[in-house]
């Protein structure tokens, strides 16, 4: 888990967790939205063993076809970021330092598991 500022396009962001996770998951699908369906992300999940689930962009001119009912399944991420941002800690990110709003994260995360 990293963070990054608010003005990054989530892209570079997330081959950056591919490449730390690497192979150690070798054929988990990765279920990402659109703003991941650049070609160099999409290479970069099959050049460490996993399968990129992304929707093409509407104005894409060579579309492919994706598993549609795999990619329904990443609504359960985000449900769980929006259970994370109920804290009104994370929404708002009153903490002054990355260290203690990470922290704070990983606090309202594990809350959240326990109930």
Excluded at 15 to 31: N, Q
Excluded at 44 to 64: C, F, Q, Y
Excluded at 77 to 94: P, Q, S, W
């Amino acid at each position: 888990m990293h963070l990054s500022g608010g003005e990054r396009h989530d892209a570079p962001e997330g081959r950056k967790f591919i490449e730390t996770v690497g192979g150690d998951y070798e054929g988990v699908p990765l279920l990402m939205d659109k703003a991941y369906e650049g070609g160099e992300t999409r290479e970069l999940a099959r050049a460490n063993g996993h399968e990129p689930i992304v929707p093409p962009k509407s104005n894409r001119t060579d579309p492919w076809e994706y598993d549609k009912e795999t990619h329904k399944k990443r609504n359960v991420v985000e449900r769980l970021f929006r259970r994370g941002k109920a804290f009104r800690r994370v929404c708002t990110r009153y903490d002054k330092t990355d260290v203690m709003f990470l922290a704070f994260v990983q606090f309202a995360f594990t809350v959240i598991w326990l109930n």
